[in-house]
């Protein structure tokens, strides 16, 4: 089956094929780049973190030090891009190598991939408590013969408790007491 593409430029236009329009064109009174302002914003993290984008070599370590393609992250870099979601997790992890504290949601709604209303709230992320839940049915869920099930439960129940007693005495974020670092 041949796929033929019509492509109708406007009268008047200077550009005759559709190859030489540009997709970008800074400084002309055509659309701005889709993704400036995710743009400048990554152009100001990097430099934080050490590598200078408009320097020769800059994007190339970046993209090195983030495991991602060259030109892949100048056309972000740029602004003419969304970069991919596997870009945006390898800057993740250079920005974030190079002292700079960004985390992948923040990069997702800044790149326009996800909208802040999007994402998950702390509070969606909040377990029940084990007491809202059935653990008798979760037991059958799990395929455990009903007169194992207690067992289960017992266990279940068991563990819950040293976790609570864990969290309330051990210090979110205090290396100093075990306690789980709030930062990743």
Known sequence: MLCVHIIKIGEGSRYHQPWERPHINPGSDMDEAPYAEFASWLRELAAAAGY???????????????????GQLSRALSGAVQPSIDTQRGLVRALNAGGVKVDMPEMLVRSQTVKPEDLPTPQD???????????YALA????????????????????????????NSTSIGDPQTGGLSAER
């Open 52 to 70: 200078d984008t408009q320097a020769r070599g800059g994007t190339s370590a970046l993209a090195k030090a983030a495991g991602v393609d060259r």
């Open 140 to 167: 059958r869920a799990f395929d455990i013969p009903p007169e194992r099930a207690h067992l289960f439960v017992r266990s279940v129940e068991s563990q819950a408790k040293v976790f609570a007693d864990d969290q």
């Open 125 to 135: 992320s909040i377990p029940p408590a084990v007491e809202d839940i059935d653990l």
